[in-house]
Each structure stands twice: as structure tokens, then as C-alpha cells.
């Protein structure tokens, strides 16, 4: 999502396109899809920043409440999740609230190369925790990548980390701020010395 995405109608779009890039079931889309609607029609044209937890478990009381039959426990469960998954993709831009076993999905641009800086960094003894937050952020910077038509990493400059810092501005930043000067710039780094150019 860019930064010119204002509306919480906008904002639901953003996480179901990247949930669909991210080949999530369509059947977790449709039951989180049941509680966005629902937002959408209960916040109107309220801008996305008027949305966070708070905001959302307010409104899903008020739902839960009018709902016209009786919730049972999963249907709960998946309702919270589906908010919790809304306002965590506002906060930081990327989905994290995902199974451990789920795989990341990187661009062609960027997957040899984003794979060997992982396993450098597993190599050198980085927590698993960690690399996979690395990975969280790697994986979006990479569709970043793609659509600004970076035909080889090699080309990869410093600009287009601060391009992407920018692109998410939609975001609460010091968040992703702290996670890039983590990843980014020595990512950028590793590039150049050779440690992560594809074969």
C-alpha cells in the first residue's frame, strides 16, 4: 500500500491484496472479508490513521452485539483475528500474524539474492526470531522492488531503501524505521561486498 492510501475501505484493500499475493486460502479471506465489510460500512470515509486496535475492537463489540445470531467461539476467534490482522498490517505494513511454517514469497528480482542474505545471517549466528522478522520486511521490499522495475539486484542502491521507508508512510514508522535500518542498509551492504549477489 502507498502512501497515498487514505481510507480504511482503502487500507482493507491493501492487506487482501497482499494476503492474495501471499496465496492465502480463500477461505480465510472470505471470513475475514465478512468482519471488513462490516467495518467499512460502520467507519464510512474515516481516514486510515482513525483506525487501530482500539477503534477496532470498539466497533467489533458493537457488532458482535447486533449480530443477529449467536457467535460461537471460533467465529470470535476468527473475528478478532480478522481486526488484529488489519490494525498489525497498519501499524508495521506486512503481515505477521502468520503460521511459523508459512514460506516467504520473494520476487524473482530479489529471491536468490534476499535467500543468501538469510542464510548469511543464520550463519553468522542471528536468532531465528530474528531472520524471520528480517524476512517479514525482505519479503515486502522485494514486491517494492518488482514494481519500481529493478531488472537485476545488483543495481540495488540505498535510495531504494529510503524509496521504500517513503512508499510506507501510510504506516506508524518508527516501526518500520527501526526494522529497515536492521535489514535494509546492511542488506545493501552485503550486496556490493558480493555476500548475497545471486549465482
Sequence with gaps: MSKETKSISELVNAVSEEMTRLDYKPTVLKQYHIVWNKLCKHAGVRPA???DMEFGMKF???AMRAHPKHLNENSKHRWIKAIYTLADFKRTGILSLRREKRGFVFSDVA???F???????SAIGLSEAHIRDTCLY????SKYLEQQCLENIAGLETWHVQGFVNSLAIYELPTITIRLACCGAPCVTCMRKGLSRPT
Design 49 to 51: 490513521n482513525d483506525f
Design 111 to 113: 529471491k536468490s539474492a
Design 60 to 62: 467489533l463489540d458493537e
Design 115 to 121: 535467500q543468501q542474505f538469510t542464510a548469511h545471517q
Design 138 to 141: 525482505l519479503e515486502r521490499f
